[in-house]
Nanobody
Framework: VQLVESGGDTVQPGGSLRLSCVAS????????VSWYRQAPGKERVLVAT????????NYADSVKGRFTISRDNAKNTVYLQMNSLKPEDTAVYYC?????????WGQGTQVTVST
């Protein structure tokens, strides 16, 4: 069982990135998937969630209108499109897959927004 995030990078304020979370070893399409982030010295916080068929999506207030979560179940992948990035978006970004009592986490990908 694996969740592997990728796409993190260093970008300037106002820039964009697309993160990917690729799943293997379990039936990804029936799991609700979320993106979390953890800034240095801070707790891990929820960024966005998408249910298994993409019919319900939720965002943290801090990213609404800038970030878009989507999924392609045929590719076992969830994406996080991040636009208009701000320095306060700097963090390690993690994806999490949940179904009933089963939870899987990825290892994270670093996003740094800096001049």
């Amino acid at each position: 069982v694996q969740l592997v995030e990728s796409g993190g990078d260093t970008v300037q304020p106002g820039g964009s990135l697309r993160l990917s979370c690729v799943a293997s070893g379990f039936t990804f399409s029936i799991y609700t998937v979320s993106w979390y982030r953890q800034a240095p010295g801070k707790e891990r916080v929820l960024v966005a969630t998408i249910v298994r068929d993409g019919g319900s999506i939720n965002y943290a207030d801090s990213v609404k209108g800038r970030f878009t979560i989507s999924r392609d179940n045929a590719k076992n992948t969830v994406y996080l499109q991040m636009n208009s990035l701000k320095p306060e978006d700097t963090a390690v970004y993690y994806c999490k897959a949940v179904r009933i009592l089963t939870t899987y986490w990825g290892q994270g990908t670093q996003v740094t927004v800096s001049t």
